[in-house]
T-cell receptor, first 113, second 116 residues
Framework: AQSVTQPDIHITVSEGASLELRCNYS??????LFWYVQSPGQGLQLLLK??????LVQGIKGFEAEFKRSQSSFNLRKPSVHWSDAAEYFC???????????FGTGTRLTIIP | KAGVTQTPRYLIKTRGQQVTLSCSPI?????VSWYQQTPGQGLQFLFE???????NKGNFPGRFSGRQFSNSRSEMNVSTLELGDSALYLC???????????????FGPGTRLLVL
């Protein structure tokens, strides 16, 4: 079964610093991959998604992610974080008959001044 | 246009009771999915409805059920509540219900259920 792993439970970054959140997938073929963000008290919002083609995907809010088949990774990056980026971030992959998403365990991001 | 709305936003129940949660999808969306989010288990898929029919069901006991109405609004019901049912229940909608990677799934803010 397709699955994703987020090895970092909690990351703390200074405002203005760069950010990289890790996501590893387990699937033989080229997967479809998603990154979602959940702000406190909010539902999930799609940041970006990868289907095929260019391995560097641009998303909303200045985020990007790079698909690396050799490392089975789809890491989320942002060059300079803002205090408003504090949230929980989830990597996800479609499974079942592709009608549902399977999420990673999430990475909670804390921003310090 | 209005997003996915869920009511109520917060709910407190006691063990053994039952609860019904409501989800109104984005106008024009026909597919509604439900997820349970807990600190221990993370986000888990409950079920998906499309055109009033349940298409997929996750690995949850029969106490968890749902339905979808002709206007695409959906309800989920949990009977005989257990302490472990305390969670954030998220609803998500998408337009046509084709495979999930082909169209964006929009999530509501969730209903936080506390079972005492």
């Amino acid at each position: 079964a397709q699955s994703v792993t987020q090895p970092d439970i909690h990351i703390t970054v200074s405002e203005g610093a760069s950010l990289e959140l890790r996501c590893n997938y387990s699937y033989g073929a080229t997967p479809y991959l998603f990154w979602y963000v959940q702000s406190p008290g909010q539902g999930l919002q799609l940041l970006l998604k990868y289907f095929s083609g260019d391995t560097l995907v641009q998303g909303i809010k200045g985020f990007e992610a790079e698909f690396k088949r050799s490392q089975s990774s789809f890491n989320l990056r942002k060059p300079s974080v803002h205090w408003s980026d504090a949230a929980e971030y989830f990597c996800a992959v479609p499974t079942f008959g592709n009608e549902k998403l399977t999420f990673g365990t999430g990475t909670r991001l804390t921003i310090i001044p | 246009k209005a997003g996915v709305t869920q009511t109520p936003r917060y709910l407190i129940k006691t063990r053994g009771q039952q609860v019904t949660l409501s989800c109104s999808p984005i106008s024009g969306h026909r597919s509604v999915s439900w997820y349970q989010q807990t600190p221990g288990q993370g986000l888990q898929f409950l079920f998906e409805y499309f055109s009033e029919t349940q298409r997929n069901k996750g690995n949850f006991p029969g106490r968890f059920s749902g339905r979808q109405f002709s206007n695409s609004r959906s309800e989920m019901n949990v009977s005989t509540l257990e302490l472990g049912d305390s969670a954030l229940y998220l609803c998500a909608s998408r337009r046509t219900g084709v495979v999930v990677y082909q169209e964006t799934q929009y999530f509501g803010p969730g209903t936080r259920l506390l079972v005492l």
